[in-house]
Every structure is written in C-alpha cells, then in structure tokens.
C-alpha cells in the first residue's frame, strides 16, 4: 500500500541554499549595532531514561539562520572589520563517539557545507566568546537554553571592573533577538514553501492512507502507526507534534494523547498528525467514520464545521486582520446549531466570549501560525490590535464541534452524543487568495465515504 501511495508525492523540492541563509542573517544583523553580539544556542539534548535520548532536533531559530541541526552547537555573529562575521562551534570530528552515535560535520563540515564564516570547537568556546562579551556594548543571547553561557553574560553584565571604568567597554544589557527572528520568520520564502508544500502532500497521502486501510476491528494506535509510518516511509523526520488519535468519545477531548482505544462501529474518529519536512511541520486533522458511512446526525455536524472553515479559509487575503477567519467560523457555527436547536440564543448571544452557548461546544481558536514550529513564532496583536494578513505567512484554519457527553457541565444532545469533529488545513496567504497547502487531503463526505476501507 505504502508503494502506491508514495508514488503519489513527487519530487523532493531543493533545500533551502547557503545564500537565502546569508540573506536571512544580514536582515537581522541590519538591526544591531557594531558594538552588539549575537550568541544563538542549539536545543540541548534531553534524556528519555538513563541513556537512552528522546530523537534530537534542534531550535528553530538556529535552523532558520544556519541550517544547524547538529547538537551542543552555538552560533556567534559579531561585526568584525567593517562587516559581520559569523562563527559557528560545534562538536568535534570523534572518531570513538561517532561509532557509538554516527557522524558529525565536524569544525572542517561546518566551514565547508554552512553557511557561517568561522567554525570552531565547542571545546574552545569558553575562552572566545568571553573575549567577544567583554568587547561588546550588548548581548543578544536567548536565555535558559545553555546555563553556563546565560552564567558568562551575567558576569560580564554585572562585572564593575577598572577597565570598564576607564575604556566604558563592556556589556550593559541583554535582550533575547526571539521576537526580532520571529518578525523575519512570520513571512515564508519561496524556498521555504516548498518545504512546507511536499510535509503538507506527505501529510495529506498519510490521512487517505489511514482512511484506505481502515475497518470496524482497528484500534486507535493501529491507525497511528499507518499515519505515522507513511511519515517515515516517504522520507520526513517523522511527526511534527505527537499525533491525536481519537475515536467516538475520545474524539472530543481537543489534546487527547493515549490513543490506544478500540475503534467501533458506528464512531467518528478524530485525526490530528503532520509530517515535518526539513524543520518544516505541517498539520492536517480529518474526521470521518470508521465504518465508511456517516450517520445523518454526523452528517448534520460534519457539514456544519466544514461550511464552518470554508467560510473561515475565504477569509485568508491579503490586508484582512488575523482574527478574520476565527470570526468567520464562528458565526457560522453558531447560526448552524441555532438551526439545530442545539442553541437557544440569538446570533449576537451565541457569540458572546463570555456567555454566549457557542462556547459550550466550540472553545478554541480557529488559527495558529505555522512554519519551523507547528505552532509558529509571530505575535498575533502586535499594539493591542490583530496583525493584517501579509503575502508569505501561513497559517492553520481548524474550527472543530465537540459533544462530549461524559462532560458534567453542558446537557449534550443525545443525538450527537460523544460525536467529535474538527477539519484542520494549512494554508497560504497569497495575492491572489488562499492557497490550500494541504487541499489533496480528502474532506468532503462524499470524498470520505468513497474511500474509507477501500486501497489505493
């Protein structure tokens, strides 16, 4: 099956090169000063049990400046003779540790393959970077990532030496670049769309794959390991945030994680999984019956939600504020379970944030910004007041109904009783509309019906 379905993706797109990366890092050296330094620290490495480490990746914003991914890795940017200079100190060529743990780039890979100026030892970090403190005027370093760079800045800070007073040389301040990277990162570049592209596509063939190989005897991680196989399968890093497998009542817990649940006839499950591709995440949620056929009262609900995020995805232009579509989807929402009867307010009480019904079976935001996190970086109401929609940025659209009738807060309608449904799309602002980053993955009930149980 996997054969057939990888047939489907295509062409892996080109990495993103060395020169888009020198052109990301002079954007943000444009805004320091010639004096100022710039410390960027990789993830650290994290334990499962005794010593045994969780997969590792490393942090977005190294991997948007440098294309880093390795471990125990720090990038230091300073403005050395009329230009700025970037180094890069990283692991050394092992040959013992890279038996145990596979290859490293190395100081020679690093200089060769990325794109930084210098590179060094991580071993010979102590002593340079102390001499580059000393000699700046502020630090741009992000801190609670590497204890003892976050120890050495402080010190230089703090330090009310002779030579301070006499020269008035030395650091005075430190501010973490996050929100800076995050300004340059919110509008993607070509190269990096064509990143996100080929996650959403794997994504998208992983859902239809799981929808494909479904019967009525699946069980909740049976399903997520199709999902997830095909991930692998077709060449991503794996999942970009732990998957969400959720059938009949389990669908209506928003974060539910056990997934190990027999799946039943006659249940709607609840899907929410993505690939990462490159540092890139996409996420698609899909929910559709186990059986292959929605009931007339999940039909009812399933409608609802996906006319929900049309109307939301319609409002993803150019020049709309941020909340648009969250706004969109809930007035459709709530004039569809006023229709019902689910709902016994008008439009304008049922959407009141703080009493309006709506809330009782909608309760989360329609959007998020995605990119190199699945939750991407970008302050949402910069002023107080919704950021306007750019050319480049995308985002998630995912209203979702949830009738959980274990819930001892609301009186769920029997006829929807433990009924979950959410429909999740990434997608693009462009200047000529939305683009669907994830559109082959399938959605509409008669798409869903035709395909549930049946192979490629």
């Known amino acids: 099956m996997f054969d057939k379905a990888l047939s489907l993706i295509g062409p892996e797109p080109k990495p993103i090169s060395n020169e888009e990366y020198r052109s990301r890092q002079s954007k943000l050296f444009s805004q320091f000063g010639e004096n100022e330094l710039l410390i960027l620290c990789s993830s650290p490495e994290t334990i499962h049990s005794n010593d045994v480490h969780h997969p590792y990746r490393s942090q977005s914003d190294m991997i948007y400046l440098t294309g880093w991914y390795e471990p125990e890795s720090v990038m230091v940017a300073q403005f050395v003779d009329d230009s700025w200079t970037v180094s890069i100190f990283v692991q050394p060529k092992d040959t013992l540790k890279e038996i145990w743990e596979g290859r490293r780039p190395g100081v020679e890979g690093a200089i060769k393959d990325w794109p930084v100026d210098h590179a060094y030892s991580i071993d010979d970090l102590e002593e340079s970077l102390n001499q580059s403190i000393v000699n700046s005027s502020r630090i741009y370093h992000r801190t609670g990532i590497r204890t003892e760079i976050d120890s050495m800045v402080f010190d230089a800070i703090q330090h009310r030496g002779r030579a301070r007073q006499m020269a008035g040389t030395g650091p005075i301040s430190i501010e973490d670049p996050s929100s800076r990277i995050a300004e340059l990162r919110l509008c993607k570049s070509p190269a990096e769309i064509e990143q996100m592209k080929y996650a959403s596509i794997v994504s998208s063939i992983a859902h239809e794959a799981a929808m494909r190989s479904c019967n009525t005897n699946r ?108 706004d969109a989807a809930r007035k459709v929402l709530a004039e569809g379970l006023i229709e019902l009867g689910i709902i016994n307010q008008s439009l304008e009480e049922a959407l009141d944030f703080n009493t309006g019904e709506l809330r009782n079976w909608y309760m989360h935001n329609t959007s998020h910004w995605i990119g190199l996190d699945v939750h991407d970086v970008g302050v949402y109401k910069p002023n107080g007041e919704p950021r306007l929609l750019e050319e480049g940025m995308c985002l998630t659209i995912e209203p979702g109904l949830y009738f959980g009738s274990w819930r001892p807060d609301v009186n769920c309608p029997p006829k929807y009783s433990n009924l979950g449904i959410r429909i999740e799309d990434d997608v693009l602002i462009t200047s000529n509309g939305p683009e669907v980053l994830t559109a082959a993955c399938p959605k509409t009930i008669d798409e869903i019906e035709s395909i549930v149980g049946k192979s490629f």
Do not use: M
């Open 219 to 326: 069980t909740e991680n049976q399903i997520q390991a199709i999902i997830e196989g095909f991930f692998v399968f077709s060449g991503t890093s794996g999942w970009a945030y732990p998957s969400i497998v959720g059938c009949g009542e389990n669908a209506t817990i928003l974060h539910y994680k056990e997934n190990n649940s027999p799946c039943k006839d006659g249940e709607v499950i609840l899907i929410d999984a993505g690939a990462e591709y490159r540092g890139y995440a996409s996420d698609i949620t899909r929910s559709w019956p186990i059986n292959g056929k929605f009931t007339d009262a999940q039909k009812e609900i399933y409608q609802l939600v996906l006319d929900s995020q049309e109307a939301a995805i319609a409002e993803c232009v150019v020049g709309k504020p941020y909340n648009a579509p969250h």
